[in-house]
């Protein structure tokens, strides 16, 4: 399983820093995990659905 840090994060789904903490908060991004005192990073698997979903909601409008 990769891990996704935050720069990657923001490049792949192009969402800011900002944006993407909002979303967690929000309950509609997925929660990173923590990898060690102070750093965090996201399954890449869980950014694919994620972004698979967003796909979803796209193309059922």
Sequence with gaps: MKILRLPE???LTGLSRSTIYAKI???TFPV???LGARAVGWPEVEIAAWLE???ADR???
Aim: aromatic share 0%.
């Design 59 to 61: 193309d059922a409008a």
């Design 9 to 11: 994060l923001k490049s």
């Design 53 to 55: 979903g967003r796909k």
């Design 25 to 27: 908060a929000d309950g």
């Design 32 to 34: 990173p995990i923590k």
